[in-house]
């Protein structure tokens, strides 16, 4: 199952029920707001590379460029929507919005 | 593969609209089958041909427009729209309104359902 | 793949706020007559939903919890509910309208997992 969040964790419970229900190696996508989660430096980078020992965490190439995030945490993947849709191909989903 | 995508906010107010037209356009581009986009809750507005945009913004219904002209099926909740006051007086070229049974088999034909929204 | 999908609504608002729970409920009505296979899951504030007592003449506002009640006539007998939703909502079964399976969150994840089609509300 793949996850997709789209709210900003500093603003929603998106990404905390995610979490909960999400199995070990998941992935998760982050898009929207949701790419606030993976920028670097944030008081929620240290939470985020634990929670990338159980998933591949992504987020959306085109969602960074248009917020001006420019540096993302270690071990986020960053795709765009090509990479969405084989992300897609590989998992059925799950929006968490 | 066959995609389907359910669109549940309203153009211009939420993102949503803008990622589920990404996603559909980067899907078709890879020869998958959109065998449906479903319109619901303020996600009926995308339809609605009254919207006049600025010549420097997207035209969001026409972007939807352009992807039914290619084939897609864009199914608009009669249910939500009724209530939202879009009836097939200001439906835009490629939609048409329909019950949530379309949403139903949407759901039942896709190998994937992707929604984006709320 | 079998003729029957395994269909889950997630049912993550709260009620009245917003249409999202009200109009979650049409569409599960709607798909109880395709005889597929349909569950409910109540969490987050979704569990509001469900909430007994909810009066809204005041408002003027469709009261629709007491709805959920004729789910069962509909087929629609899958009803699942977060414990630790309820639990940190101050919320017991007592407080519901219907009366859902209670999960934990590994027996969540698992149901989750199984469903060919996830609907959120």
């Given at each position: 199952m793949l996850h997709l969040v789209n709210k900003s964790p500093f603003a929603s419970t998106s990404l905390e029920s995610c979490l909960k229900f999400a199995t070990k190696g998941a992935p998760i996508l982050l898009f929207e707001d949701g790419i606030y989660g993976a920028m670097?430096?944030?008081?929620l980078e240290a939470k985020i590379k634990d929670v990338m020992k159980d998933h591949p965490v992504y987020a959306l190439k085109e969602d960074l460029m248009a917020r001006g995030i420019d540096v993302v945490i270690d071990g986020v993947k960053t795709i765009d929507y090509p990479g969405f849709v084989e992300l897609v191909e590989r998992h059925k989903t799950c929006t968490w919005s | 593969m066959k995609f389907a995508v359910l669109v549940q906010e309203g153009p211009y107010h939420h993102q949503s609209s803008d990622s589920a037209y990404q996603f559909v356009t980067a899907a078709m581009d890879k020869?998958?089958?959109?065998i449906g986009v479903f319109f619901y809750h303020d996600g009926v507005i995308n339809s609605s041909k009254l919207a006049d945009i600025q010549?420097?913004?997207?035209?969001i219904t026409k972007r939807w427009s352009e992807v039914g002209e290619k084939g897609v099926d864009l199914v608009v909740c009669i249910a939500a729209a009724k209530r939202r006051g879009i009836n097939d007086d200001v439906l835009a070229p490629g939609f048409r309104i329909s019950g949530l049974g379309q949403l139903t088999e949407m759901a039942i034909k896709s190998d994937r359902l992707v929604t984006f929204g709320a | 793949m079998s003729d029957v999908s395994k269909i889950m609504f997630v049912m993550r608002k709260a009620p009245y706020g917003t249409i999202y729970s009200f109009e979650g409920l049409e569409t599960v009505l709607i798909m109880g007559a395709y005889e597929q296979d349909v569950s409910l899951l109540f969490v987050d504030d979704g569990v509001?939903?469900?909430?007994?007592?909810?009066?809204t003449t005041p408002l003027g506002i469709?009261?629709?919890?007491?709805?959920?009640?004729?789910l069962e006539g509909y087929d629609i007998e899958k009803l699942y509910i977060d414990k630790e939703s309820m639990d940190s909502r101050g919320l017991t079964l007592d407080d519901f309208v219907v009366e859902p399976e209670v999960l934990d969150k590994e027996q969540i994840a698992k149901l989750m997992e199984e469903q060919d089609v996830l609907f959120p509300f």
């Amino acid at each position: 199952m793949l996850h997709l969040v789209n709210k900003s964790p500093f603003a929603s419970t998106s990404l905390e029920s995610c979490l909960k229900f999400a199995t070990k190696g998941a992935p998760i996508l982050l898009f929207e707001d949701g790419i606030y989660g993976a920028m670097s430096g944030t008081a929620l980078e240290a939470k985020i590379k634990d929670v990338m020992k159980d998933h591949p965490v992504y987020a959306l190439k085109e969602d960074l460029m248009a917020r001006g995030i420019d540096v993302v945490i270690d071990g986020v993947k960053t795709i765009d929507y090509p990479g969405f849709v084989e992300l897609v191909e590989r998992h059925k989903t799950c929006t968490w919005s | 593969m066959k995609f389907a995508v359910l669109v549940q906010e309203g153009p211009y107010h939420h993102q949503s609209s803008d990622s589920a037209y990404q996603f559909v356009t980067a899907a078709m581009d890879k020869r998958h089958e959109i065998i449906g986009v479903f319109f619901y809750h303020d996600g009926v507005i995308n339809s609605s041909k009254l919207a006049d945009i600025q010549a420097d913004d997207r035209n969001i219904t026409k972007r939807w427009s352009e992807v039914g002209e290619k084939g897609v099926d864009l199914v608009v909740c009669i249910a939500a729209a009724k209530r939202r006051g879009i009836n097939d007086d200001v439906l835009a070229p490629g939609f048409r309104i329909s019950g949530l049974g379309q949403l139903t088999e949407m759901a039942i034909k896709s190998d994937r359902l992707v929604t984006f929204g709320a | 793949m079998s003729d029957v999908s395994k269909i889950m609504f997630v049912m993550r608002k709260a009620p009245y706020g917003t249409i999202y729970s009200f109009e979650g409920l049409e569409t599960v009505l709607i798909m109880g007559a395709y005889e597929q296979d349909v569950s409910l899951l109540f969490v987050d504030d979704g569990v509001y939903s469900i909430k007994k007592g909810t009066d809204t003449t005041p408002l003027g506002i469709k009261n629709f919890s007491p709805t959920f009640r004729v789910l069962e006539g509909y087929d629609i007998e899958k009803l699942y509910i977060d414990k630790e939703s309820m639990d940190s909502r101050g919320l017991t079964l007592d407080d519901f309208v219907v009366e859902p399976e209670v999960l934990d969150k590994e027996q969540i994840a698992k149901l989750m997992e199984e469903q060919d089609v996830l609907f959120p509300f």
